[in-house]
Nanobody, 122 residues
Framework: QVQLVESGGGLVQAGGSLRLSCAAS????????MGWFRQAAGKEREFVAG????????DYTDSVKGRFTISRDNAKNTVYLEMNSLKPEDTAVYYC???????????????WGQGTQVTVSS
């Protein structure tokens, strides 16, 4: 099993920045990739960014390219999501996830965090 704990959410004005962190514990050697997803009220959960733990291959959804940066610290088993130029439409609960196999964009991750709220005011 792998446990994921997110932190760093909060309330920020449009144009501001936040950094989310996701710390993994447990059988972390089994993790192939980690990703960030978000779910706005009344909407489906969507992919935001993903990174492979070996090689560091990265992918982003189009709406956050150039504004969000995903990174990893393998020594700390932690993944970060740096979010800049935030917009009100970025408001959502952000979830960290980890998977043993498969593509980073797919929703069928093996492990999920509890989520952290990000609210961007206009």
């Amino acid at each position: 099993q792998v446990q994921l704990v997110e932190s760093g959410g909060g309330l920020v004005q449009a144009g501001g920045s936040l950094r989310l962190s996701c710390a993994a514990s447990g059988r972390t050697f089994s993790i192939y990739a980690m990703g960030w997803f978000r779910q706005a009220a009344g909407k489906e959960r969507e992919f935001v960014a993903g990174i492979t733990m070996i090689g560091g291959s990265i992918d982003y959804t189009d709406s956050v390219k150039g504004r969000f940066t995903i990174s990893r610290d393998n020594a700390k088993n932690t993944v970060y999501l740096e979010m800049n130029s935030l917009k009100p439409e970025d408001t959502a609960v952000y979830y960290c996830a980890a998977r043993r196999l498969g593509g980073v964009r797919q929703l069928d991750y093996d492990y999920w965090g509890q989520g952290t709220q990000v609210t961007v005011s206009s």
